[in-house]
């Protein structure tokens, strides 16, 4: 299975993380409040598997925390601020 890639476009031309589709499906349902397990639950995977993704997403994005995951993301154009623009990207990609 071949993964797709999203990089960012956004405004930051020093760093431009690339993140898989899936991490990127990962960071909406952190936007979405959701804890690990409970997006393990709505993607099929386990809790830690989310963890070690949000380690990764993290690391790509150099920050520290979820919720800064998920602002860096956003403001890198990786992420949309609702479901609509999610959506529409996953459908695109």
């Known amino acids: 299975m071949q993964m797709q890639s999203i990089s960012a476009r956004g ?12 991490q990127i499906e990962i960071l909406y349902w952190v936007q ?11 993607l099929g995977i ?12 993290c690391e790509a994005l150099g920050v ?7 602002l860096r993301a956003r403001d890198l154009g990786l992420l949309g601020p609702d479901v609509h ?6 459908r695109a990609g």
Do not use: C, F, M
């Open 64 to 70: 520290r925390r979820r919720l800064q995951a998920v």
């Open 32 to 42: 979405e409040g959701k804890s690990g397990p409970d997006i393990g639950t709505i």
């Open 85 to 90: 623009a999610y959506e529409a990207e996953l």
């Open 11 to 22: 405004r930051n031309e020093r760093a431009r993380p690339v993140l898989s589709r899936r």
């Open 46 to 57: 386990s809790g830690r598997t989310v963890d070690k993704h949000l380690e990764k997403i």
